[in-house]
């Protein structure tokens, strides 16, 4: 009888853990669930970090790799700045190497060559001056042009004044050797100019 009490009560005992197992089973499968969804998430959240990461890097080697080319494109046309410097230079020399006289002879001309009168044209529009062989005569009369010339800002010409600047280079009588058999003075402008519009150039074309 005591056995089959024993019996009686640990069944009753197994029948409520069994209850209560069921009853815990929803919110154990809950919490499985709960638990299964955060790692879930994790795992994208890492998988869209690393996506990110690697979009990131790349960008960042995109950016280094442009900012290498133009520093190159920059240090090349530094070089071509300094060629043009020197060449600004030795436009200023051959200014300096005239005479008053020579100045004076260009002046008293009353019908200039093609040459002459283009070179002077383009003078004229970088010193900012009027137009015309009787404005260009006024010019050369100046005592102090050669210091005007070579003291000209070069870094802050007009973009209007060199594209007015740039039709007169366009003229096949605008060039070193047809200047030099006209007079020293419309060489030594020529080469002026000329120096001038490389400069500017070379600036311009500097990435920042």
Avoid at 14 to 32: F, M, S
Avoid at 58 to 79: C, L, T
Avoid at 82 to 94: C, I, K, M
Avoid at 109 to 127: F, G
Wanted: charged fraction near 30%; aromatic fraction near 6%; include cysteine.
């Amino acid at each position: 009888q005591k056995v089959l009490t024993v019996m009686r009560t640990i069944n009753e005992e197994l029948d409520g853990v069994r209850a209560q197992q069921d009853l815990l089973r929803p919110r154990i499968q809950e919490k499985r669930e709960m638990v299964e969804a955060s790692l879930l998430e994790f795992n994208q959240a890492n998988e869209a970090w690393d996506y990110s990461k690697m979009l990131l890097d790349g960008s960042e080697k995109q950016v280094e790799a442009r900012k290498e080319e133009r520093d190159a494109i920059n240090y090349s046309i530094r070089h071509e700045q300094g060629l043009a410097t020197t060449t600004l230079n030795e436009a200023h020399l051959a200014l300096k190497a005239l005479y008053q006289a020579d100045f004076e002879t260009a002046r008293a001309t009353i019908r200039p060559s093609v040459a002459m009168s283009i070179a002077m044209e383009a003078v004229c529009l970088l010193l900012e001056e009027d137009k015309g062989w009787d404005s260009a005569r006024k010019v050369l009369a100046y005592p102090d042009l050669v210091e005007k010339l070579t003291m000209l800002e070069k870094e802050n010409v007009p973009d209007r004044t060199r594209k007015a600047v740039r039709r007169h280079l366009s003229n096949p009588d605008f060039n070193e050797e047809k200047m030099a058999k006209t007079s020293p003075v419309a060489r030594a402008l020529c080469l002026w100019v000329l120096a001038i519009e490389n400069f500017a150039k070379t600036t311009e074309a500097l990435i920042p």
